[in-house]
């Protein structure tokens, strides 16, 4: 079955980085495109950055652009997140998404914690 499990969450201060990891399984991950969402207490959850099936095309949420990273080792099944210059409006629960077999998956999310 699609598994995605994500990690490399934390506590960093503002300004900090992080860098996040979703491993994928029980699908063809070099076939899909990949995605982070993220979903801040008492919000909706919101799309961050897509990543191509190749890589090869990203896009990004405007509140990020600059300052975040989509990326994806297709030999390791992974795709990841860079996160710089983080805000405390950057703390959410980040999730990992693949829509695959007609159906969307979800990991079960990484907690990033943004605070001085």
């Known amino acids: 079955q699609v598994q995605l499990v994500e990690s490399g969450g934390g506590l960093v201060q503002p300004g900090g980085s992080l860098r996040l990891s979703c491993a994928a399984s029980?699908?063809?991950?070099?076939?899909?495109?990949m995605s982070w969402y993220r979903q801040a207490p008492g919000k909706e959850r919101e799309l961050v950055a897509g990543?191509?099936?190749?890589?090869?095309?990203?896009n990004y949420a405007d509140s990020v652009k600059g300052r975040f990273t989509i990326s994806r080792d297709n030999a390791k099944n992974t795709v990841y997140l860079q996160m710089n210059s983080l805000k405390p409006e950057d703390t959410a629960v980040y999730y990992c998404?693949?829509?695959?077999?007609?159906?969307?998956?979800w990991g079960k999310g990484t907690l990033v914690t943004i605070s001085s």
């Open positions: 998404h693949v829509r695959t077999y007609g159906l969307n998956y």
């Open positions: 029980g699908f063809t991950f070099s076939r899909n495109a």
């Open positions: 990543i191509t099936n190749t890589g090869g095309s990203t």
